[in-house]
């Protein structure tokens, strides 16, 4: 069974500083893994997500995301984050038979001026 | 592209009544749905897969005879809480994974917005 642990349960990040978000995952084969975001009263958006190929993932808003297999991360970057960012974080990891996802339980960023 | 909806968004009901949510792709079809619960402040835990035309698959654990969830469409599906009680109150969202796009499977769940139900 697959699964994800994102170690951090909030960081506090100042506007225009660079953002990490950690998650490492269990799975026994090649993972699908994805990052999602969710804002207050709206559903998650994709923000990136890793199938094969390149290890450094482009994302929307500005994100990138590195799939390290030797340390079962793919954690989330942003070099400069905006006010905007202030959200909840998921990373999820997908099972590429059935496309069920196990997800992380959420890091919640909070970007102070 | 690739926009999930869900209604209501919220709804508040009396214990022992039954609510349906609706799950509705708008702009693709999808085989496949997703239901998932969100407690507050912790992560989405998958309830069920719900396959067009045929019987959803549970999660252990999850009670398929509380949670009936029918997917009449390729645009969508519902999920009924029967005999609804405040344990049930959560967030429920659900994600659609579409078919053959333009000849190419995609493997990308897109999520709707979420519904809020409050059973008194």
């Known amino acids: 069974a697959q699964s994800v642990t994102q170690p951090d349960i909030h960081i506090t990040v100042s506007e225009g500083a660079s953002l990490e978000l950690r998650c490492n995952y269990s799975?026994?084969?090649?993972?699908?893994l994805f990052w999602y975001v969710q804002s207050p009263g709206q559903g998650l958006q994709l923000l990136l997500k890793?199938?094969?190929?390149?290890?450094l993932v482009q994302g929307i808003k500005g994100f990138e995301a590195e799939f390290k297999r030797s340390q079962s991360s793919f954690n989330l970057r942003k070099p400069s984050v905006h006010w905007s960012d202030a959200a909840e974080y998921f990373c999820?990891?997908?099972?590429?038979?059935?496309?069920?996802?196990?997800f992380g339980a959420g890091t919640t960023v909070t970007v102070r001026a | 592209g690739a926009v999930v909806s869900q209604h209501p968004s919220r709804v508040i009901c009396k214990s022992g009544t039954s609510v349906k949510i609706e799950c509705r792709s708008l702009d693709f079809q999808a085989t496949t749905m997703f239901w998932y619960r969100q407690f507050p402040k912790k992560s989405l835990m998958l309830m069920a897969t719900?396959?067009?035309?045929?019987?959803?698959?549970?999660e252990q654990g999850v009670e398929k005879d509380k949670f009936l969830i029918n997917h009449a469409s390729l645009t969508l599906s519902t999920l009924t809480v029967t005999s609804a009680h405040p344990e049930d109150s959560s967030f429920y969202i659900c994600?659609?994974?579409?078919?053959?796009?333009?000849?190419?499977?995609?493997?990308?769940?897109?999520f709707g917005p979420g519904t809020r139900l409050t059973v008194l």
């Open positions: 799975y026994g084969a090649t993972p699908y």
């Open positions: 994600s659609a994974l579409p078919g053959l796009a333009g000849g190419i499977l995609t493997d990308t769940q897109y």
């Open positions: 890793y199938f094969s190929g390149d290890t």
């Open positions: 719900s396959n067009e035309g045929s019987k959803a698959t549970y």
């Open positions: 999820a990891v997908g099972a590429t038979n059935d496309y069920k996802l196990s």
